[in-house]
């Protein structure tokens, strides 16, 4: 089955190879992968298939060995990390197992945070931060600081940190991990949530309670892709 | 006991497994901690160090005032007040002198001092040898005897105990050694080696004009100072009373020998001390720092011992041992640091501080190291102990969990303790600056007379051989003779005393004026040779200099310097104005007046940091008879050079020994030398006060980078998520600096405080610098500022380049 719409995401034999002095390690092979525009994509595999690798790289945090990634229709693979920062920052929000908010910083300003690398003006800026955590239902935290909310309430305020700048794609890297199933669920509702607004998101799980929350997953086992339901994808 | 033993075993294994922290942690406390304490040894052997005397807090040295002067006693003023006081057990008269001692070797100028009989007891000082001064040797033609200084048998007599009762020869003089005195006896008011007794002859005893003693008094039992000052008060009333034209408004104080003699040194010792000790505060905190991250990093192990049941006490005897065992290696290595600290400081610091030679690692100062040891371990352990002795074992236990990144930016006493050593830091360099400007500026100073390529050196004659004024100028006439004629020697001169040498003072009175004390003029006296001023380089500048023609028998004139033209002549040409001085007509009352023939540009006589004060010059072939009394029939020897000074010295020794074989040429050096030497004192602590305060720079330089970059390290998961969220290189470094800047902010508006409160101390060691002087002020924050930018700027581009992958492993 071929795609009609151009990918928002297309990875064409994309490989990651990390090298030690003694050791080449293959995170990610020939992976090719396309993701359109308002997909909601699970993403599993066992420990160390290289799912956070290929997180990393639609995410612009790291660059593939080889292939090609093309972002938007914009090639971005070999972009320098001085580029890949200012497109991140403009088109990918990220929502990390650790939550990973700033303890030094308000709600407002962990919010706030990337909106200012995009060199937004301030009331812009302030406008989006109170729309993000309306969204989340977090508008009364907005003063408090990480260590005075819950985990469930800290991984909402990195949710609206990830989608305050209206970014192209959504990552979640294992977003329940660190949370009790009361909490896990919550967040779960808000991604569904935003997924129905029109959000492209890529998540990371084991928990097979929540792989089936996406529309697609993808399986991973040793740096390659397998087949996964729902989608016809090529192997290398 | 037991219990002691094991925490420091413990902390001993714990310390060797970071063999480079302890390294540097020791290293710096020794360096800090054996400058303290060398500091210190000079402190205390010149201040605080017991005088060599039975309680000296009982012996007063005084004076006679005027009300804007200070002075010496007359030998008529001393016996009358000696004779009504009840004050003082012993009311001692004193003045140096200096000798020529002839012998075997060659003949030595001694310093010495002729006391009164009671002097040694005064003091409360025995002979070693021999006896001391009976009260019948104080009568004239009684008084040839001599007691000897320890230093001087030594050097002179090769401590030969049969000395004692050997006839010597001062100034051709026979005199008799009763005894030697004891080599604790280190310290003398007049450097003097040597003492003979004072011999005042009736006519002496009812003389009260002029002025030269120095008297010591011993108060009385059960006497306190206040009514010993009370009753000099009433004395010097009766004084001004009694004798009206010499003692008109004199009056006499009382002041503590003890402070007379160090006094003026305790200002810039304690400027050093308080320096030195900033550098080893801002150690501590440094190394309290460095402490603070070594127990943060071992918070788990922490939390263990806790766990399995120490309680807070024993954490914190722990967390104690290790920093004193720190701090007591730092101790040890100290002394060796202290030992080599206290042999420079006595090799090269200035002469004229006195004791600096006895400045020695002595029980005082071994106890002030051991003392500043014990509390520097407590000072920079005490704060990282409480710290770990007071962490919650379960927060330790949960650590590298959820809610946000641990931000290093939170840690406020390691900031507070980075804050503080910026501030002791700008107090040091501004400080350092001060006193270098200081420096600068002295060395600006023109000091009215060129000292490059003159030597000079001090001939005395002995009044028994040279006892008229005639056979006193006729031998000078010789002596310039026989030094003018010396190969080299571009233009000879003798002075009764040159520059930065004490002169004499004598009242002048302008003529117009009425001629009593109040109307006088305190100015020094110079008797000099025609070509001093060609010399010496003294521009003259209204007038003429004297000539051979201004002899005995012709008009007498005299040369006056700008300032006492400006006091005695304001607004007018003094070029043929008359003054009286220094002596009068046969009838004892007539005064004789001198024409001012000449004047010449002041010379910073005293020392460049002194302003010049009035001045005039008489040709020594007028010099009145008394002067040769006044001045010990001693003159400086002042010959300038064609080629090198210093060459001259011994061809001048020679040419002064061709007019009498008995006569030393002592005191020779160089000139510029001398002005050097003047200056001593000020360029030492200068000097120091600069290494210091370079010191303070660079541990504080140490201390914000050591924060930062702990800082950093702490925060390297939240750079790594602020670079996933779109930070580029600039927005860390930015970040990171601006902790860095903030720090340094706060710190130097804490120093620059400090340093206007303390630098208002140091106002008496400036010369013609405000100690709120701006640009000093400014150079050291933008020092420090640019220091602590730069100390920040390290550890924030390493920040700058971390992995943005690691905000995405949740380790």
Redesign the interface.
């Known amino acids: 089955m071929s795609l009609a719409i151009d990918p928002l995401i297309r990875l064409n034999g994309l490989s990651k190879i990390f090298h030690t002095a003694e050791v080449e390690t293959h995170a990610l092979s020939s992976i090719d992968l396309e993701i359109r525009a308002g997909e909601y994509v699970s993403v599993c595999g066992p420990s160390g298939c290289g799912k956070t690798t290929l997180l990393s790289i639609l995410g612009l945090l790291d660059s593939p060995s080889e292939g090609s990634y093309v972002l938007a229709g914009e090639p971005v693979a070999t972009l320098s990390p001085v580029q890949r920062a200012r497109v991140r920052s403009r088109a990918v929000g990220f929502i990390f197992q650790a939550f990973n908010l700033i303890g030094d910083l308000t709600v407002f300003k962990n919010i706030e945070l990337p909106l200012i690398y995009r060199g937004m003006a301030q009331a812009e800026r302030k406008a989006l931060v109170h729309e993000a955590l309306e969204r989340v239902g977090l508008l009364h935290r907005i003063h408090h600081y990480p260590a005075q909310l819950s985990g469930g309430q800290q991984q909402r305020v990195a949710v609206a940190r990830a989608t305050a700048g209206r970014p192209l794609v959504l990552l979640a890297d294992e977003p329940t991990g660190n949370l009790d199933s009361r909490n896990g669920a919550e967040v779960m509702e808000l991604l569904d949530e935003l997924h129905a607004g029109g959000a492209t998101i890529v998540m990371v799980t084991h928990d097979p309670r929540y792989l089936a929350r996406a529309r697609r997953s993808i399986y991973l086992f040793d740096g390659r892709l397998v087949a996964a339901n729902q989608v016809h994808l090529e192997v290398a | 006991m037991d219990a002691l033993l094991q925490n420091i075993r413990f902390a001993v294994r714990s310390l060797r497994k970071s063999p480079a922290l302890a390294a540097s942690v020791v290293l710096t406390l020794a360096l800090c901690i054996g400058a303290t304490a060398a500091i210190f040894s000079v402190v205390y052997a010149v201040l605080f160090r017991p005088l060599p005397y039975a309680d000296p807090a009982g012996i007063h040295l005084l004076w006679t005032t005027l009300p804007d002067m200070r002075g010496s006693f007359s030998v008529g003023n001393w016996a009358d007040v000696e004779r009504q006081q009840r004050s003082f057990r012993y009311f001692v008269p004193a003045h140096s002198q200096s000798f020529n001692l002839a012998g075997a070797d060659t003949p030595e100028n001694v310093d010495a001092a002729r006391v009164g009989a009671d002097y040694f007891a005064l003091l409360g000082v025995t002979p070693a040898l021999g006896r001391d001064f009976l009260a019948e040797e104080e009568a004239p033609g009684r008084g040839n005897v001599v007691l000897l200084g320890d230093g001087l048998w030594r050097r002179r007599f090769a401590a030969d105990p049969s000395v004692v009762g050997r006839e010597i020869r001062l100034d051709g003089q026979p005199h008799t050694v009763i005894g030697v005195m004891p080599a604790s006896l280190d310290y003398n008011l007049f450097d003097e080696e040597l003492w003979v007794p004072t011999a005042f002859t009736p006519v002496q005893l009812a003389e009260h004009d002029e002025h030269f003693l120095v008297v010591l008094g011993r108060r009385a039992p059960g006497v306190s100072v206040s009514q010993a000052e009370e009753e000099m008060r009433t004395l010097g009333r009766w004084l001004a009373t009694t004798y009206p034209e010499d003692n008109r408004d004199r009056s006499i104080v009382v002041a503590s020998l003890v402070e007379e003699l160090v006094g003026d040194y305790r200002t810039r010792l304690y400027v050093l001390l308080g320096a030195v000790g900033f550098v080893l505060l801002i150690a501590c905190a440094n190394i309290a720092n460095l402490l603070l991250a070594r127990g943060a990093a071992r918070s788990r192990e922490t939390a263990i011992r806790a766990a399995i049941g120490a309680g807070r006490g024993h954490l914190l005897r722990e967390a104690l041992a290790e920093s004193l065992v720190l701090a007591a290696a730092g101790g040890v290595l100290g002394l060796l640091v202290a030992y080599w600290g206290v042999v420079a400081l006595a090799a090269f610091g200035p002469e004229d501080v006195p004791r600096l030679a006895q400045a020695r690692l002595d029980g005082p100062v071994l106890a002030f190291a051991l003392g500043l040891t014990l509390l520097s371990g407590l000072v920079f352990g005490l704060a990282p102990a409480l710290r770990t002795a007071g962490r919650m074992p379960h927060e330790a236990l949960k650590e590298g ?7 290093g ?2 840690d406020r006493l390691r900031n507070v303790l980075v804050v503080a050593e910026i501030a002791l830091a700008l107090i040091l360099l501004t400080g350092a600056g001060l006193l270098i400007r200081s420096a600068v500026a002295l060395g600006g100073v023109d000091p009215g007379f060129d000292p490059r390529g003159v030597v000079a050196g001090r001939v005395s004659l002995p009044a028994v051989t040279y006892e008229t004024a005639d056979q006193v100028t006729a031998a000078f006439s010789r002596v310039h003779e026989h030094l003018a004629a010396v190969p080299g020697v571009a233009s000879a001169s003798l002075v009764s005393a040159a520059p930065l040498e004490d002169g004499n003072s004598n009242g002048l009175v302008p003529e117009g004026r009425s001629l009593d004390i109040r109307s006088s003029i305190d100015s020094d006296m110079r008797l000099i040779t025609p070509d001093y001023f060609a010399t010496m380089r003294i521009p003259l500048l209204r007038g003429r200099g004297f000539t051979p023609g201004d002899r005995a028998g012709a008009p007498r004139v005299m040369v006056i310097n700008e300032a006492l033209a400006r006091e005695a002549f304001p607004e007018q040409d003094p070029i043929g104005k008359r003054i009286a001085c220094c002596e009068s007509a046969p009838d004892g009352v007539t005064p004789l007046w001198k024409e001012v023939v000449g004047v010449v540009g002041d010379v910073r006589a005293r020392g460049l940091d002194e302003e010049p004060t009035p001045e005039f010059y008489l040709p020594m072939l007028q010099a009145p008879a008394a002067a040769w009394n006044w001045t010990d029939r001693t003159m400086t020897v002042a010959v300038r050079s064609a080629s090198d000074p210093v060459s001259l010295i011994g061809p001048l020794r020679r040419a002064v020994a061709e007019v009498d074989p008995g006569l030393p040429l002592y005191n020779v050096g160089a000139m510029q030398g001398r002005l050097i030497d003047s200056m001593a004192q000020s360029r030492f602590s200068t000097m120091l006060l600069t290494v210091f305060g370079a010191l303070a720079l660079v541990l504080a330089a140490i201390g914000v980078y050591g924060v930062i970059s702990y800082g950093v390290a702490q925060r390297t ?2 750079i790594g ?9 600039g ?1 860390v470094l930015a970040m990171v600096v601006r902790h860095g800047a903030r720090l340094a902010a706060i710190g130097l508006a804490v120093g620059l405080t400090g340093a206007l409160l303390l630098s208002r101390l140091m106002e008496t060691l400036l010369f013609r610098v405000s100690p709120t002087d701006p640009p000093t002020f400014a150079t050291g924050v933008v020092v420090l500022s640019a220091v602590a930018v730069l100390a920040a700027a390290l550890p924030a581009r390493r920040a700058a380049r971390t992995d ?2 690691v ?4 380790e």
């Open positions: 969990g959820r809610s946000g990144s641990r931000s930016n939170r998961q939240e998520i602020r670079v996933a969220l779109g930070a580029q290189r927005d943005p992958m905000a995405l492993r949740n």
